[in-house]
């Protein structure tokens, strides 16, 4: 209900049209407003009429309330956008691999196993170590001189002896020399996309891996 302050002018005989009543109709529209507001002005009491600045604060008011309406449906129609465009971006990453925050990994059969080190310096003494699940060391690979940010690492099966590790399951560890102590590294393990899912009404993108795994996209380190 909108009441101009100084002014008690009974306005209940003054019927608006368009104006449907009970539940179906429960917001002033612009031209209910304006109507309104000129009945206000006819009848106001001549002893205290409205002043200006009074008038100016309802066409203020009113054209705020305004404002927000026509922000808050191009916010909705932004975000059917955007979500749009998630979906499509996501949906370019089936069959693709992509690095995701993890130390295990699956060797296949003819197949190497992927995955990277996040560096926070450039380095030239970094390690990768690869454990089997009894957690015997089976090969340890040198990374070499990297730069800041991810340095990703290629395993083909063979251990330190020569000879081909069995297909399984493996686990990763990485580090590099911080002056005389040994400093652990986060691995990233490679994992293919095998589908893409949007969640939470279509508000977010989630891939499910090959192996099951399910991530969404913010936890995704790199498109390999």
Do not use: C, H
């Not at 089936?94 to 699956?106: F, P």
């Amino acid at each position: 209900m909108i009441t101009m302050p100084g002014n008690e002018a009974d306005f209940s005989r003054f019927a608006l049209p368009d104006v449907q009543q009970g539940a179906e109709r429960n917001q002033l529209g612009q031209e209910e407003f304006l109507q309104l507001m000129i009945t206000q002005l006819q009848n106001q009491d001549p002893m205290k009429p409205m002043e200006d600045g009074e008038f100016i604060a309802q066409m203020a008011q009113f054209s705020t309330v305004e404002e927000i309406g026509t922000m808050s449906r191009s916010l909705e129609t932004l975000a059917e956008s955007l979500t749009a465009s998630m979906a499509l971006q996501a949906s370019t990453m089936v069959g693709r691999s992509v690095l995701v925050e993890g130390d295990t990994g699956l060797l296949s059969e003819g197949q190497t196993m992927n995955g990277g080190v996040e560096l926070p310096a450039p380095i030239n003494n970094g390690v990768v170590r690869i454990y089997d699940v009894s957690g015997q060391l089976v090969r340890e690979m040198p990374l070499g001189s990297q730069g800041q940010g991810v340095a990703t690492f290629e395993w083909d099966g063979t251990q330190s002896d020569g000879s081909a590790a069995d297909p399984g399951t493996y686990f990763v560890q990485a580090a590099f020399m911080n002056g005389e102590a040994e400093e652990a590294l986060p691995t990233f393990m490679a994992s293919r996309v095998s589908s893409v899912t949007l969640t939470a009404g279509g508000s977010s993108a989630q891939i499910t891996t090959e192996d099951g795994q399910k991530v969404g996209l913010s936890q995704i380190k790199a498109i390999m």
